[in-house]
């Protein structure tokens, strides 16, 4: 009877622990397909948000000439505005400056980004992976265009001593690519896309505000013009917009499900340029 029941825990017991096997391997093979999944809408947000002006219509021919404005109009102000904030520089707390520089860079953004994703990938957190895939598609699609822009443009950096007018296409050397400019673009990418996820205007605000820092120290540190940034903030809200809405169709958590508005103004007065952000 004892050798019996000796038998019968043995066999529970091997029988338990073949079962704890087999859910460990599936659920390494579960975070391995929602892994390959991911990827794959990562690719194909970013073929996605390239090939979306060949579906604009009316509206959104508007909205892009309403961003060319902007664009050119903050670009008549660039010797003002480059001067007033070259003057702040100085006084700007070093970090700041320091945060500005660093999180706009690619490596970063990608530690970050990357980091964000594998935290929801692992804890089985769809919300938190969604978004660290918007952040990944965003920042790689944003990232390309601006490095082909950068060249294509070949526009003068402020530190060059060259006019905001002085454009040399295709010049390797990097102070001829200054438009638009790239810690913009990635810094406020995260932080839109980031705060897709909250209704609250305020933490909203607060992200956009964190968001635009890294393109603000670049305008301190001399190596963007203004227009640079405006230009670049337009195309990172351009790119998530996009992408996000591809990426419902790919996801059970969605943020465009309340509507959602942004513009963009200049103010200007004698001796002042301002932007105002409604949302």
Sequence with gaps: MKILFTLLLCTISISVSGQDMANDVLDEKNNWQLFTYDLGNI?????????????????????????????????????????????QGDDIPEFLKTYGEKYGSPQVNYMF???????GLFTKDEKLRRTGVLLIASATSAGLLQQ??????????????????????????????????????????????????????????????????????????????FSDMVFGIAVSIFTVESIDKYLDRKYNEKYNDQAKKLSWDLNFAPGQVGVTMRF
Excluded at 202 to 210: C, H, I, T
């Design 148 to 225: 082909v822009l950068k060249s294509a443009v070949g526009r003068a950096r402020p530190e060059s001593g060259k006019s905001k007018a002085t454009f040399d296409p295709f010049n390797s050397n990097r102070s001829y690519h200054s438009f638009p400019s790239g810690h913009a673009m990635l810094a406020f990418t995260n932080a839109y896309a980031i705060a897709k996820q909250f209704k609250s205007p305020w933490v909203k605000g607060g992200l956009y505000a964190v968001g635009l820092v890294p393109g603000i120290s670049r305008l301190w540190d001399n190596q963007h013009w």
């Design 43 to 87: 690719f194909k947000s970013v073929g996605h948000s390239y090939t979306r002006p060949l579906h604009w219509q009316g509206k959104q021919w508007a909205t892009v000439a309403g961003v060319g404005a902007a664009t050119g109009v903050s670009y008549l102000f660039d010797d003002q505005t480059t001067e007033f904030f070259a003057e």
């Design 113 to 119: 980004t990357g980091g964000v994703y594998l935290t």
